[in-house]
């Protein structure tokens, strides 16, 4: 079987592919990131990296990596809270390009025999605490946009 990761190369598509990898799960690991947000160092060195950024392709396969319980984002949000010891939620302004969502956790359950291991709260804690290991980025402040037709307040 050959799979394809995008966002390879972040704390979930790189520890997926670990796991294939590890597992023997796939024939071939191919992985796609453009490094915006992850690092070439997590990528494990068994998968066909790509620095990409995807915008559309034709796939076998899209595995939408979350769990199988439906959890809103509002308690996401404040489990995650908790897990990082403090913070709060600020409501923006309401996005409307998608309409409908939904997991399909199930791939991973019938092709590669998934089972979940982890409450929400133990899998923001993983998360977590990767997230605090990963090395600082320079932020990058846009002076002007080419355009702003559409565009949501808070991205200004």
Known sequence: ????ITGVAGLIGSN???????????????????????????VNEGVIFHKENLIEDNLNYIFERGGTKDVSIDEAADT?????????????TARHEVKHAWSTWNKSIKLLGYKENHTL????????EWAKKQPKRAQQIWESYELDKGMYDFWK
Do not use: C, F, H, P
């Not at 079987?1 to 394809?4: E, K, T």
């Not at 995650?80 to 923006?92: A, F, P």
């Not at 709260?121 to 977590?128: F, H, N, R």
């Open 1 to 4: 079987m050959n799979i394809l």
């Open 16 to 42: 997926l592919a670990d796991w294939l990898i590890n597992n023997k799960r796939a024939d071939n690991v191919v992985g796609v990131d453009d490094l915006s947000g992850g690092y070439i160092d997590n």
């Open 80 to 92: 995650l809270i908790e897990v990082m010891g403090g913070g709060s939620k600020v409501t923006l």
């Open 121 to 128: 709260k133990q899998g923001l804690s993983i998360m977590w």
